[in-house]
């Protein structure tokens, strides 16, 4: 079932997304070689919870920590521990969910550490760019998730980029994964039509090479299957009839 939210319970759920953009701030802000992804992890967790918030991804399913914290090759869900120490050059995605008031916040950012060649910025770049290709496809009543999806694979392809599969958005609200998922690829004119109301998280999870991936033995991380890099980047966002409101930026 797809629940549709009232304005006022979309500016509840602004407000968990607020303070998951300000914890993605702060980890921006704390990136540099050296770091290890446990202080990160420590930071985040202590910074949510300071807002009267709950870090939604904290024992999900068993997962192990606050955050997510995946380096290069790793596509998403990457485990924060104290022997993963940030290096130079590599790309980072950090993917941050809350709970404010019963209502989640889910959004996620991929960084350099330090200098990182333009090829990584550039994947970075149009990771970032898919996700507002995606916001710029949808028309309350009109748009479908296939366009949405279409949207997004076909402006990733245009790089020759991978667009992973075996992951995909959500719509989002009193829980962290309501209906529909929400592909990154897609045929045009199919699928759920999108409407106002809905409040769905976009979450392009984008590769240099191959979209296939495989998971880890630690049963959370995934990598790209031919380990070149990955970026990711995410925002929660309410679909309204006239606008897009991009609730976590
Ligand atoms: N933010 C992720 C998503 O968009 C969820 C992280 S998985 C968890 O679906 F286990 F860490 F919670
Ligand atoms: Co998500």
Not at 110 to 139: M, P
Request: charged share 25%.
């Amino acid at each position: 079932m797809i629940l549709i939210k009232s304005d006022s319970q979309i500016e509840e759920m602004r407000k968990a997304n607020v303070i998951v953009r300000d914890t993605l701030d702060l980890l921006r802000d704390h990136t540099r070689e050296g770091v290890s992804t446990y202080e990160l992890n420590r930071l985040a967790h202590e910074y949510i919870t300071k807002q009267g918030a709950t870090p939604s991804f904290l024992n999900y399913h068993g997962y192990p920590a606050s955050i997510c914290v995946s380096i290069d090759c790793e596509v998403v869900h990457g485990i924060p521990s104290k022997k993963r120490i940030l290096q130079e050059g590599q790309i980072v995605s950090y993917d941050v969910g809350a709970v404010f008031h019963g209502w989640n916040g889910d959004a996620a950012r991929t960084v350099g550490v330090g200098f990182i060649d333009s090829e990584c910025q550039k994947l970075i770049d149009v990771t970032e760019q898919c996700f507002f290709e995606g916001v710029k496809a949808i028309k309350a009543g009109v748009t479908r998730l296939g366009d949405l999806g279409h949207a997004i694979q076909s402006y990733a392809e245009s790089f020759g980029y991978g667009v992973v599969r075996e992951l995909v958005g959500h719509g989002i609200g009193r829980d962290m994964h309501e209906q529909p998922d929400v592909p990154n690829y897609g045929n045009p004119g199919h699928g759920l039509r999108l409407t106002s109301g809905m409040t769905i998280a976009i979450e392009p999870m984008i590769t240099m090479g191959t979209y296939r991936v495989e998971w880890m033995s630690d049963g959370w991380t995934v990598k790209t299957l031919d380990r070149k890099p990955a970026a990711h980047y995410e925002n929660t966002v309410a679909i309204f009839d006239d606008r897009v409101e991009i609730l976590s930026l």
